[in-house]
């Protein structure tokens, strides 16, 4: 079992940077790989980025890519992500989300392989 609970949400100006946290519970958090999605008002839940269980791989959707920085610290159970050049197309509420896997560099993309979420932190990018 994992609860995931993010922070670091807000208000930013176009152009500017966030970055957001995602607290894991429990020992296992080294078991799981990690991935961030985001949901818009009126729009499916859709990937952003995602993180192995080691941190040794990465992946970003292409309108994260060369802006966003997913990153991990398994010492503090906890899953980061950066985000630089903020376009008000940003703007979502960022979820965390953690699957447990026994492969140390795979990483997922799909929101239904992930079993646990976090209730979601708000991003406003204001134009």
């Known amino acids: 079992q994992v609860q995931l609970v993010e922070s670091g949400g807000g208000l930013v100006q176009a152009g500017g940077s966030l970055s957001v946290s995602c607290a894991a519970s429990?020992?296992?958090?080294?078991?799981?790989?990690m991935g961030w999605f985001r949901q818009a008002p009126g729009k499916e839940r859709e990937f952003v980025a995602a993180?192995?269980?080691?941190?040794?791989?990465?992946y970003y959707a292409d309108s994260a890519k060369g802006r966003f920085t997913i990153s991990r610290d398994n010492a503090k159970n906890t899953v980061y992500l950066q985000m630089n050049s903020l376009r008000p197309e940003d703007t979502a509420v960022y979820f965390c989300?953690?699957?447990?896997?026994?492969?140390?560099?795979?990483?997922?993309?799909?929101?239904?392989?992930?079993?646990?979420w976090g209730q979601g932190t708000q991003v406003t990018v204001s134009s």
């Open positions: 989300a953690a699957r447990f896997t026994d492969y140390y560099g795979n990483v997922y993309t799909g929101p239904t392989g992930y079993s646990y």
């Open positions: 429990g020992r296992t958090f080294s078991n799981v790989a």
């Open positions: 993180i192995s269980r080691s941190g040794s791989a990465t």
